[in-house]
């Protein structure tokens, strides 16, 4: 790999990177911004020829991404908004258009967004000094979903208050493995962030305070 940190305890990406395999051919370069992809992505074969070329905007997915076979013809050609799928076609290795799949599937916390929305309101420990302030609002935690659904590198990314931080960052360490984000249906590494809400009217009164 060649790159910049500005951080390495959580590594923080910043700049551009390229990544080789054990044998010194390019096989991922891009830009990162403030730790997350930004603008055009190539991927290559490990022969060296060209496999997708994907564009970000923040971290996520935004406008067209192409991939191609080993041979070079087109395999998939999509459109994304703000990460997400709008439209898309497969082609066989031939040239001719195939039953459509998704190739990208960010991470999921296990059971979906209900279930995670459970798991925050039933262990959420409200900290004492911020309900006496009436302190809320969303701390943003970024972390990264590695291919076997582990939770690592977690930080604060968007701060509110001490001691909410500090229980935004408590529930995220205690939480069980995610299902991870995959492309082309392989389990990836994947750099993710959530809001970590903190509203008194919605906390439960045996959780109020530490």
């Given at each position: 790999?060649?790159g910049?940190?500005?951080?390495?305890?959580?590594?923080?990406y910043?700049?551009?990177f390229?990544y080789?395999?054990e044998?010194?051919?390019?096989?991922?370069?891009?830009?990162?911004?403030?730790?997350v992809?930004e603008?055009?992505w190539?991927?290559?074969?490990?022969?060296g020829?060209?496999?997708r070329?994907?564009?970000?905007?923040?971290?996520?997915l935004?406008g067209n991404?192409?991939?191609?076979?080993p041979?070079?013809?087109l395999?998939?050609?999509e459109?994304?908004k703000?990460?997400?799928?709008?439209?898309?076609a497969c082609y066989?290795?031939?040239?001719k258009?195939?039953?459509f799949?998704?190739s990208?599937?960010t991470?999921?916390?296990?059971?979906g967004?209900?279930?995670?929305?459970?798991y925050?309101?039933d262990?959420?420990?409200?900290?004492k000094?911020a309900?006496?302030?009436?302190i809320?609002?969303?701390?943003?935690?970024?972390?990264?979903?590695t291919?076997?659904?582990?939770?690592e590198?977690?930080?604060?990314?968007?701060?509110?208050?001490?001691s909410?931080d500090a229980?935004a960052?408590?529930?995220?360490?205690?939480?069980?493995k995610?299902?991870?984000?995959?492309k082309?249906?392989?389990?990836?590494k994947v750099?993710?962030n959530?809001p970590?809400p903190?509203?008194?009217?919605?906390?439960?009164?045996?959780?109020?305070g530490k």
């Open positions: 790999m060649d910049s940190f500005t951080s390495l305890h959580p590594e923080l910043e700049g551009y390229k080789f395999n044998k010194g051919i390019l096989i991922k370069e891009g830009e990162y911004k403030k730790n992809e603008g055009e190539k991927l290559y074969y490990d022969i020829r060209l496999m070329v994907e564009n970000y905007l923040h971290g996520n935004e991404l192409k991939s191609y076979y041979n070079a013809k395999r998939r050609d459109e994304y703000n990460g997400k799928l709008v439209k898309g066989t290795d031939k040239g258009d195939t039953a799949y998704a990208y599937q991470p999921e916390f296990t059971g967004l209900i279930a995670l929305k459970k925050l309101l262990n959420m420990k409200y900290p000094d309900l006496e302030k009436g809320e609002g969303s701390v943003f935690i970024k972390f990264t979903v291919a076997k659904g582990n939770i590198n977690i930080f604060v990314q968007k701060s509110v208050y001490p909410l229980e960052l408590r529930l995220v360490k205690g939480m069980s995610w299902q991870p984000g995959r082309n249906d392989m389990p990836q750099v993710f959530i970590i903190f509203k008194i009217s919605e906390v439960k009164p045996e959780t109020k």
